[in-house]
């Protein structure tokens, strides 16, 4: 977990691709589908890295919220 958590708390897109790289090594023997599926696209992922300013702050922000809301959810049921 904290491999994965790694990949998206990672400050550039260069360091994201290190961990994404260092992960799918890791785990590749243990669930090659699931690693394939990660590897793949990954590039599109940390397009988010691109973004300066107000508009990454406003992105990182939706997230975060959208994560706790769908936690907030999860334990209200």
């Known amino acids: 977990m904290e491999q994965a958590s790694a ?3 990672a400050e550039s897109a260069p360091e994201a691709t290190e961990w994404v790289a260092v992960f799918t090594d890791t785990w590749q023997g ?3 589908k699931a690693m ?5 696209n990954f590039e599109q992922t ?3 890295y691109a ?11 939706t ?3 959208e994560r706790t809301n769908r936690e907030l ?3 209200f049921r």
């Open 7 to 9: 990949i998206y708390q």
């Open 30 to 32: 243990q669930s090659p």
């Open 46 to 48: 940390i397009a988010y």
């Open 63 to 65: 997230l975060l919220l």
């Open 36 to 40: 394939a599926t990660c590897a793949r």
């Open 51 to 61: 973004l300066d300013g107000v508009a990454c702050e406003l992105i990182s922000t």
């Open 73 to 75: 959810r999860r334990e």
